[in-house]
Nanobody, 121 residues
Framework: QVQLVESGGGVVQTGGSLRLSCAAS????????MGWYRQAPGKQRDLVAH???????NYAASVKGRFTISRDNAKNTVFLQMNSLKPEDTAVYYC???????????????WGQGTQVTVSS
């Protein structure tokens, strides 16, 4: 019904940059909110940033000024540009779709498989 393809994770040194992408495909008619969450070992999954279809963004305090979220509505793709990375940014990053209208129904919450981001000191 809906498929998510995440890419862009990897290993980077402190101060470096990475860009994550998440492309959604399937019988999608609209997606209200697209976002990124992260989960470090032994910790809960927390919001990093999300963006509405109208372009309203929200960021976790820990990433404000360093990360930028954007989306391409025509391609159902969300991006996360991560600059000035710190070791504490190390986590598995998960793409999230919220309030998805498809040709066959509605999805309240949909998750990607996750991509590892490792920042070395």
């Amino acid at each position: 019904q809906v498929q998510l393809v995440e890419s862009g994770g990897g290993v980077v040194q402190t101060g470096g940059s990475l860009r994550l992408s998440c492309a959604a495909s399937g019988s999608i008619l609209s997606i209200k909110t697209m976002g990124w969450y992260r989960q470090a070992p032994g910790k809960q999954r927390d919001l990093v940033a999300h963006i509405t279809s109208g372009g309203i963004t929200n960021y976790a305090a820990s990433v404000k000024g360093r990360f930028t979220i954007s989306r391409d509505n025509a391609k159902n793709t969300v991006f996360l540009q991560m600059n000035s990375l710190k070791p504490e940014d190390t986590a598995v990053y998960y793409c999230n779709l919220n309030s998805v209208v498809t040709a066959v129904g509605f999805l309240n919450n949909y998750w990607g498989q996750g991509t590892q981001v490792t920042v070395s000191s």
